[in-house]
Nanobody, 115 residues
């Protein structure tokens, strides 16, 4: 069973940066498509950014130009570099790894942006 663990969240001032990490278990990490999602307080979960096994990326509109998703297969890790953070980015950030029957979610990491 694939397990996913997020880390790197915390409290940051508006305009600041954070780098989130998503580490997944299993021997086939390089085949996983990985997405970062977030759930702001009182709202639905939404896609932030996604990277395919081939390294193709796509971003939600609010993330374009501010966030960068990247993967390091040797470390079984996908990163989300978040810059120019705003209070509206406050949310629990989740990582999802998918490949065929694999559909694994982590427990999430809290990101709080203070104004």
């Amino acid at each position: 069973q694939v397990q996913v663990v997020e880390s790197g969240g915390g409290l940051v001032q508006s305009g600041g940066s954070l780098r989130l990490s998503c580490t997944a278990s299993g021997n086939f990490f390089s085949t996983y498509a990985v997405g970062w999602y977030r759930q702001p307080p009182g709202k639905e979960r939404e896609l932030v950014a996604h990277v395919t096994s081939g390294g193709e990326t796509n971003y939600a509109g609010f993330a374009k130009g501010r966030f960068i998703i990247s993967r390091a297969n040797a470390k079984k890790t996908v990163y989300l570099q978040m810059n120019s953070l705003e209070p509206e980015d406050t949310a629990i950030y989740y990582c999802n790894a998918r490949f065929r029957v694999v559909d694994a979610w982590g427990q999430g990491t809290q990101v709080t942006v203070a104004s």
